[in-house]
Structures are given as structure tokens and as C-alpha cells.
């Protein structure tokens, strides 16, 4: 099972984390798209185990691709994003050190938990969905409370579920196939994470993983129907939730659009929402 | 027995939700009472409910609101009333009206305590305080989502949760004894509600007990004096917030200060507020 994994991985995870795009779009479209705010780094790990998987992003420019993803973004200090051994399974923001990390122990962990190839969890949730998604998910949501801190934004709610909120708003703005692995993939981490945990913490700042599954689905619901119509179909999201997920997204987005908007280079954000972004497993 | 919690619950009515002691500010002065803020008490259709609705009819609650959300400015009119729903809340819908439901009070009524909760020696609540704090929260929060809609406030993070924590923040605002009577009110409301509650996990609210912490944290994270008690050191066994929470706590509370002053104060009147805040409120 572990070879297969590392296979896969081997062959394209590092490809599709955070939307590689087109070979032919890249060529043209990737010089102007530079944040000069953002640096990245790969730290390479101390355990062998997650060699491999650190050769892979690094290969794969993984993070490269992410920051060309954020050129749009006006920031006002620079951002530090890395790929970090935590000895636990973890990604954070530190406001102090103006830097979100991804472990590679978190990687690794839905690698380990992704289902097999032809076995999608429920008929919906394929392999590719739930080591692309999560990752993907988890990136955006520290990225969101980067934001959250950078650009002063005012966090009316719980901010663990403001920074999924804007992770699942994004998410939704690069078409269908996009969209519907990375929910698919924010969904298999919750579910997974809620399988793990099973005794929910209330008094934690975050939300519970069973609730969180939901904030993302609904999300994907209330932002494209038609998209995640099955999720309704196949009861995975109750149909009381649903018929209010209309108004979460558009919250959600009057939150982005008051909040983030003035932030984003409009015309970089153009060019950005035009490459044809690939999430598949090939890269091809 | 029977008889007197209901003679406890009939005293207890004179002290419903911010009642104001001075004379002058009772009568209400012209200028202090938000205009825009049109309220209702609508007669519940279940004669169970009559004698809350002759309650807060009696003591003006509706009215009190109108003069405490004087210095609120808003671009059109909206309802706030209360009524018989069917159920413990009716939902906001864009436009309004605010809705305070019967049945979500008579709860409240319901699983105050029969008198003082005590912590060591101190009391920590009251009978009395613990209708009026889940109360004032109630109606703080209701309205709470109307002003996020007329105002076009960005709400990040579930709205249910932004309307909590701005209904915990305003309580804040007016002194110790108000801030420690409402919070510790409600607190106890939310305990004993979460208690064997069956939670939705897709429910658009959070779970009662999630509310529990949330205003207890910025309580906590407002006055870590006045709220010491709550802190894992001081509360002990109970555990009211644990440290893992506590520890955020300032935060929490910075974030929903900075929140409030970026997108509610723009839109509040800063001598009326003073005026406001002058008064006494639930004595």
C-alpha cells in the first residue's frame, strides 16, 4: 500500500497540489505572475520518511506554483510559506513570524488515509479529491488567517471558520473540476480527521471536524448547485442545510468582496481565474 | 414548592432586561429612542405564553430597547417583536422583522435556578440574573443580525457566532456590574441548555455549548480580573474554560473590539453612546 502511494505521489500529487497549470498557459502567462511579498521554503526533513515526499514538492515547484497562484495579492509585509517536518499533524500561521508552514507529517497522513484509486469514498470522494483537496483546503485556510492578520480584517465570527470560509470562497472561483476536488477534498479531511477524534471538542476555537465538513460542502452547494447537487441527493448534506447554503456563500462573498477585494491586483487576478489550472494526477 | 418558584418568577419579572432606575431617563427623552426601530409584543395564540407576553409587555422591554439602541444609526426602519414561532427561534430573513421567539424565553424561564449559585463562598449568579442575562443576550443577538443586514456589516465565520459575540461584546461596554450580571447569566442559561442536548452537527447554529465558551472567552478575554474566576487556575474542578481556550482569550476579545469599531461604530452616534452608557441599567 505504501509503494502504491509513493507511486502516485511520485507521479503527480506534487504536480497537482495547488493548481499547476497548462504547460502552454504557463510558457506565455507564468513571467508576470510574481508576489514579490510572498517567499517560500522547503525544509528539508529530518526523518527519512518524508524524504521522498519532500523531493517531490520541491521537484514539482509546488510551492512556486502557490505563490505565482497569490501574485494577485497586495500585502504589506512579506509572507513566509514552507513545507515543514512538526512531529505532529499540523499546518499553522504564526503572526509572529509572519509565516504559514504545512507539515509534511499532514501530507503524509492523507496519503496514508486517501481512499484507493477506484474505491471513492461514497461514490464521490476519489483518491486524487482527498490528497489534492486537503492539501489545497489547508493552504488556503492558513493563507486565510495570513490575511486575516496582515490586512487587518475584521473577524466577526470564530476565525478558525472565517479562515475556511475564504478557503472554500476561493476554491469555487477556477470552474467546476476545480472546485469539486477541492470540497470533495476539504470534505475527506474533516471526515477523516472526525473518524480519528470521534469525542468533540467544544470548547476549542475551532470548530468541531464534523461541523467543518459541512461548512465546505455547504459552500460548494450554496455557490454552484448543480455541482454538488449529489451531496443533497445522496443526504450527505441534510436538506434543511441546504436551502440556507445560498445565502453562506453569498455572505461569504460579501465578506471577500468588502474585506480581501480592495487587496487584489484585479487585472493579476484576471490572469490568474484564465490559466487553465490542472488539478489531475498526471499533470497532463 | 411549586408556589414559590412562581412567586420567585413573579418578583423576578420586575427585573427583566435592562430596567432603568433614573426617573428622568425612564420617562425617556425624545431623543433618546432609535426611531428607526419599530416594536411589537403580538399576543400569543397558546394562552400558555400569556402570562411572559403580560410580563415583558409590563416592564416595557420592547420600549427599553428602542432608547438602549438610541445611538444606532440605521438606513431604514425594521420591526423587532416578539411572538409565538413554533419553535425556539424563527430565523432572520433580509429586511426583517427581528423576531424574539415565546418559546425560546419561556426556555430561559425554565432552566433559570431556583436562587444564588454559589462558587466557594461568592455567588456567581442569581435567579434574577440569569433571566435577565440570557435575556438581554437574546434580543442583543436578534437584532444583531439585523444590523449585519441593513448595515451591510462583512460577516466572516458563522453568523450565529458573530451575532453572539457582538451581543457579548455590547454587554461589556457598561461597567463591571452589567458586564458580570448579563454574562454570567446567560452563562448559566447556555450551561444548563447544553446540558443533554442532542447537537446537529450540519446545523447552520453552533452547538449551545459552543456558545457557552464563546462568551465566556471574550468575558474573560475583556477583564481577566473581574472574570478570574473562570480562568483554569482559579476555577478549579469546574473548569470553566480551559487553558487551552483561556489562553486566547485577549485575542478573541481584541478581535471582536477591533470587528465592532471597524464595521458597527461608523454607524453609531458617539454622544448618544455616552448617554447611553451614562444610564443605570438593570437595577
Known amino acids: 500500500m505504501h509503494r502504491i502511494v509513493a507511486a502516485w505521489a511520485s507521479a503527480g500529487l506534487a504536480t497537482t497540489l495547488l493548481a499547476a497549470p497548462c504547460a502552454q498557459a504557463q510558457t506565455t502567462a507564468a513571467p508576470e505572475l510574481k508576489n514579490p511579498r510572498i517567499s517560500i521554503d522547503y525544509v528539508e526533513p529530518r526523518r527519512a520518511r518524508y524524504q521522498g515526499l519532500y523531493e517531490r514538492l520541491k521537484k514539482r515547484q509546488v510551492l512556486e506554483q502557490l505563490a505565482q497562484f497569490l501574485s494577485p495579492l497586495k500585502l504589506p509585509l512579506t509572507l513566509r510559506i514552507k513545507f515543514e517536518e512538526c512531529e505532529m499533524i499540523n499546518a499553522d500561521y504564526s503572526p509572529l513570524n ?12 492523507m496519503e496514508r488515509h486517501a481512499p484507493p484509486e477506484n474505491a471513492p469514498i461514497n461514490g464521490l470522494i476519489t483518491r486524487k479529491d482527498a490528497i489534492v483537496g486537503t492539501v489545497v483546503s489547508v493552504i488556503l485556510h492558513e493563507v486565510g488567517h495570513a490575511l486575516f492578520d496582515l490586512l487587518d480584517v ?12 475564504i478557503a472554500g470562497f476561493i476554491m469555487l472561483q477556477f470552474g467546476k473540476d476545480i472546485a469539486r476536488t477541492t470540497i470533495n477534498g476539504a470534505a475527506f479531511d474533516w471526515v477523516t480527521f472526525a473518524s ?18 459541512y461548512t465546505f460542502v455547504c459552500l460548494g452547494y450554496g455557490g454552484d448547485p448543480d455541482t454538488f447537487k449529489d451531496y443533497v441527493e445522496k443526504e450527505l448534506l441534510p436538506r434543511e442545510r441546504a436551502a440556507n447554503c445560498k445565502n453562506e456563500y453569498e455572505q461569504t462573498k460579501r465578506a471577500f468582496t468588502t474585506t480581501i477585494l480592495p487587496y487584489i491586483d484585479v487585472d493579476m487576478m484576471k490572469q490568474v481565474q484564465s490559466r487553465s489550472w490542472d488539478l489531475s494526477v498526471d499533470g497532463k | 414548592m411549586k408556589l414559590i418558584v412562581r412567586a420567585t418568577v413573579l418578583a423576578c419579572a420586575a427585573t427583566w432586561s435592562v430596567a ?47 432608547l438602549f439602541l438610541a445611538p444606532l444609526r440605521l438606513p431604514r426602519k425594521v420591526q423587532v417583536k416578539i411572538d409565538q414561532c413554533g419553535a425556539p427561534f424563527a430565523d432572520y430573513k433580509p429586511g426583517g422583522p427581528v423576531t424574539i421567539c415565546y418559546e425560546y424565553i419561556d426556555q430561559i424561564e425554565k432552566l433559570a435556578p431556583g436562587g444564588p449559585v454559589l462558587f466557594g463562598s461568592a455567588w456567581i449568579t442569581t435567579r434574577d440574573d440569569a433571566l435577565v ?22 460577516v466572516w465565520g458563522r453568523e450565529d457566532d458573530a451575532a453572539d459575540k457582538v451581543a457579548g461584546f455590547i454587554v461589556l461596554q457598561f461597567g463591571k456590574e452589567v458586564a458580570w450580571r448579563t454574562i454570567t447569566g446567560v452563562a448559566w442559561f447556555l450551561s444548563q441548555a447544553s446540558e443533554n442536548a442532542r447537537v446537529n452537527y450540519a446545523d447552520i447554529r453552533p452547538a449551545t455549548a459552543q456558545r457557552f465558551y464563546n462568551i465566556l472567552c471574550i468575558a474573560y478575554g475583556s477583564d481577566t480580573k473581574t472574570f478570574g474566576f473562570l480562568s483554569p487556575s482559579a476555577s478549579g474542578q469546574t473548569v470553566y474554560l480551559p487553558a487551552k481556550r483561556a489562553e486566547d482569550c485577549k485575542y478573541e476579545y481584541a478581535q471582536i473590539k477591533s470587528g465592532f469599531e471597524k464595521t458597527i461604530m461608523p454607524n453609531v452616534d458617539p454622544d448618544l453612546l455616552k448617554k447611553v452608557q451614562a444610564m443605570e441599567w438593570l437595577k
Request: net charge negative.
Open chain 1, 98 to 109: 509572519l509565516r504559514v508552514r504545512i507539515c509534511y507529517d499532514l501530507i503524509d497522513f
Open chain 2, 133 to 154: 442575562g440570557a435575556v438581554v443576550i437574546t434580543v442583543l443577538h436578534e437584532v444583531a443580525h439585523a444590523v449585519f443586514d441593513l448595515l451591510k456589516v462583512p
Open chain 1, 154 to 165: 475584521p473577524v466577526l465570527g470564530k476565525e478558525e471558520d472565517a479562515a475556511d470560509q
Open chain 2, 20 to 66: 432603568i432606575t433614573t426617573p428622568a431617563a425612564a420617562q425617556g427623552s425624545p431623543e433618546l429612542r432609535n426611531s428607526q426601530i419599530e416594536t411589537v409584543y403580538v399576543e400569543p395564540k397558546d394562552t400558555a405564553f400569556t402570562p411572559i407576553y403580560e410580563r415583558l409587555r409590563k416592564r416595557r422591554v420592547l420600549e427599553q430597547l428602542e
Open chain 1, 196 to 213: 480519528a477524534s470521534p469525542k468533540p471538542h467544544f470548547d476549542d476555537v475551532h470548530s468541531t471536524p464534523q461541523q467543518r465538513v
